[in-house]
């Protein structure tokens, strides 16, 4: 019961830190296929003028044996994160948008310096995004190694109507440990789609990801969300 009392001040957190104008609250549940895992994610967020800032919690229940998740169990929290950064349009088409989300855990915690370059079209629709984020990781305990990761995103967005359509691609380089196939590279690409329904906004998304460090097996994550703009 403890599990759920802590994912309850969590969220509760999340919320109420919060100012209550023009703030979004997106909950996002997620299903990794061939690891038969579960995972939670709550993010509340928000901006003021150039700035913008947010606040998420992740949850899942405790790993069995074999490492699955289900999807209701003994849950715990894991990783918080705070998101914050800034937008600067640089014309009508064109911004950049430096951030520093800071995650944080049970005895780790990692912090990811980032820039987006992003351009809108004028004629369609479509807004493009390239990123760059370092990421450092560091733990608090000797039987984990701090790491260091390169992490490269393409994003892509269009508009049609109230339905939007988007797709991402990310590319991983770590500097110190395998992560997948035993090489230090990895890679993953997501298809999502989503429609505005008043305040509401359901979306779905697939994504092709890696499943161990040690091998080259891929498996889809299949996840499943909902946005309230108040």
Known sequence: MKHYNKISLSIAALVF?????????????????????HATR???????????????????????????QPAM??????????????????DDNWYIQPG?????????????PQLRVGYKASS???TTALRYRR??????????DDYEQNKITFTMSYNHGKNKYWLEANYYR?????IYNNTRENYDYILSAGRRMGSWFPYLEFAD????????????????GLKYYY
């Open 17 to 37: 830190t919060t100012s209550a104008q023009a703030v979004t609250l997106d909950i996002r549940h997620e299903y990794k296929h061939h690891a038969k895992q």
């Open 42 to 68: 709550v993010k509340v967020s928000d901006s003021i003028d150039n700035f913008y800032y947010g606040l998420e919690s992740k949850f899942a229940s405790e790993k069995r044996e074999d490492g699955s």
């Open 73 to 90: 169990g003994n849950l715990e929290r894991g990783d918080s994160e705070i998101d914050w950064g800034f937008k600067f349009k640089l």
């Open 100 to 112: 520093m989300p800071i995650a944080f855990g049970d005895g780790k915690y990692t912090i990811k």
């Open 124 to 126: 369609i629709p479509l």
């Open 135 to 144: 990421e450092y990781s560091n733990y608090s305990e000797d039987s984990n």
């Open 174 to 178: 770590n500097e110190d440990k395998d």
């Open 209 to 224: 990801v890696s499943s161990s460090s040690s091998s080259d097996t891929r498996q889809l994550k299949t996840r499943v």
